[in-house]
């Protein structure tokens, strides 16, 4: 069983940056299949970024370029800095854990492949 805690959630303008944090307790991290992913109210929820045990990375071409994941197996626990924030950025933003059985082709972003998932931080940016 793993338990996830996001942070590091806020209001923020246009342009601004944020860093979430998400803090795993049961399990080692460096296993996993981990990723950020978020829902805007009336929106289905999307994949944002991923990172695998490998430490392959995926990202919604609507972040890439602006958005970082990393992680921290030391400190079990999973960042998402978000730089030149928008406002269509604003969601509740949700760490995911899944177990990585994915072949090296696969996508990372599929929200089936994640077992465990945190209660989110709600992150607003504004124009």
Avoid at 2 to 21: D, K, M, T
Avoid at 70 to 86: I, V
């Amino acid at each position: 069983q793993v338990r996830l805690v996001e942070s590091g959630g806020g209001s923020v303008q246009a342009g601004g940056s944020l860093r979430l944090s998400c803090v795993a307790s049961g399990q080692g991290l460096s296993s996993f299949l981990m990723g950020w992913f978020r829902q805007a109210p009336g929106k289905e929820r999307e994949g944002v970024a991923a990172l695998d045990s490998d430490s392959v990375v995926d990202y919604a071409p609507s972040v890439k370029g602006r958005f970082t994941i990393s992680r921290d197996n030391a400190k079990n626990t999973l960042y998402l800095q978000m730089d030149s924030l928008r406002p269509e950025d604003t969601a509740k933003y949700y760490c995911a854990a899944g177990y990585d059985n994915l072949g090296p082709s696969d996508p990372l972003l599929r929200e089936y492949e994640y077992n465990y998932w945190g209660q989110g931080t709600q992150v607003t940016v504004s124009s």
